[in-house]
């Protein structure tokens, strides 16, 4: 009853830049956060950046400075601004919904969306 869908990965040279969109929609009645993470070959997926539904963000620490999330609530979209890009930002992208239900707090993940950042 949940989606959510990515998009915008690709491939990038070194140094340049992406645009990741998130769409969610259904019955999301009380959004706590969108966000993104991102796993790579044999390693766990990360957080990379997130924003609550007030607005307050957090970021990894190698994303900081180069990376940026932004949203349009009224559509319960998330954005994700990616400059700089290295090598080792190589990785699916998810994108997770955080909502309340019943007292409880439920993940929605998309399916994923690749970038790879090659020369």
């Known amino acids: 009853q949940v989606q959510v869908v990515e998009s915008g990965g690709g491939l990038v040279q070194p140094g340049g830049s992406l645009r990741l969109s998130c769409a969610a929609s259904?019955?999301?009645?009380?959004?706590?956060?969108m966000g993104w993470y991102r796993q790579a070959p044999g390693k766990t997926r990360d957080l990379v950046a997130s924003?609550?539904?007030?607005?307050?963000?957090n970021y990894a620490d190698s994303a900081k400075g180069r990376f940026t999330i932004s949203r349009d609530n009224a559509k319960n979209t998330v954005y994700l601004q990616m400059n700089s890009l290295k090598p080792e930002d190589t990785a699916v992208y998810y994108c997770n919904v955080n909502f309340q239900r019943g007292g409880w707090f439920v993940n929605a993940w998309g399916q994923g969306t690749q970038v790879t950042v090659s020369s």
């Open positions: 259904g019955s999301i009645f009380n959004l706590a956060a």
């Open positions: 924003m609550t539904s007030g607005g307050s963000t």
